[in-house]
């Protein structure tokens, strides 16, 4: 179901709860946001402050209790499992804190792989290229026969980043991207991931626990308890 909506990403009133044995578990309570597209987004808290549960919901990964989950004008309530999976295919790539490489797959096999899946008859030559081309943007031009065992934590992290913009994503959704790395691999993985989203003018929405990651983005949503307490506006 499609509604109208100015944003790229826009919350109502959304709540989510988890079953327990003597009732249900409140994780987020009346999430509302907005988020325009091309903006970097940070959405910063504590430990168990609902980070990654609202990125769950803004993936479509995970349905709402209450409120609704509105993508480029699609209630994602509203679509059943196929349609939300179409969807993200089409929309949406992801950067993991460890990675999801595959790890009997070299790196460009890795890129490749959701380009095949979104190919539509698409040249496996072409995708190729496309894949090639992100490896060399990140650095790796020249270790794309190599497997993730094969890489340093650094670069895998760069072999996820160039995964998530070869399909063009109009949102990339990021999870503690630099969680696994150590400081100075973290930076440079920092200015690579800005660098590729300005020049894609991709919207990006991370979660972090990482103070000099959040403060690169354009607006900061803080959670604390589950409770939106900074940067709903867009």
């Known amino acids: 179901m499609t509604t109208t909506s100015p944003w790229l990403i826009e919350t109502r009133q959304l709540g ?3 079953p327990m044995q003597d009732g249900f578990l409140p994780i987020l309570h009346d999430i509302n946001i907005a988020i325009n597209a091309g903006e970097s987004v940070a959405i910063t808290g504590s430990s168990g402050s609902g980070k990654s549960t609202l990125l769950g919901l803004l993936a479509g990964l995970d349905i709402a209790s209450q409120g609704q989950v509105l993508l480029a004008g699609h209630d ?9 999976a179409a969807l993200r295919q089409r929309l949406i790539g992801f950067v993991f804190q460890n990675f999801q490489l595959l790890p009997h797959l070299s790196a460009l096999e890795n890129v490749m792989l959701p380009l095949e899946l979104a190919a539509r008859g698409s040249i496996r030559g072409d995708i190729r290229d496309k894949a090639r081309h992100w490896l060399t943007r990140v650095g790796l031009g020249a270790r794309e026969m190599h ?3 094969q890489l340093s934590g650094g670069e895998q992290q760069r072999v996820a980043i160039a995964r998530a913009f070869a399909t ?3 949102l990339l959704l990021a999870d503690e991207p630099t969680g696994n790395l150590d400081s100075q691999t973290g930076a440079r993985i920092i200015e690579l991931l800005f660098e590729a989203h300005a020049d894609a003018a991709t919207t990006l929405v991370l979660v972090t626990h990482d103070e000099a990651l959040a403060s ?10 589950g409770r939106l307490v900074r940067g709903a506006g867009a």
């Open 16 to 18: 989510q709860s988890v």
């Open 76 to 84: 994602l309530g509203t679509l059943d499992e196929d349609a939300r």
């Open 147 to 149: 497997t993730p065992r």
């Open 168 to 170: 063009e994503p109009k």
């Open 216 to 225: 690169r983005c354009q607006r900061q949503l803080h959670l604390d308890a």
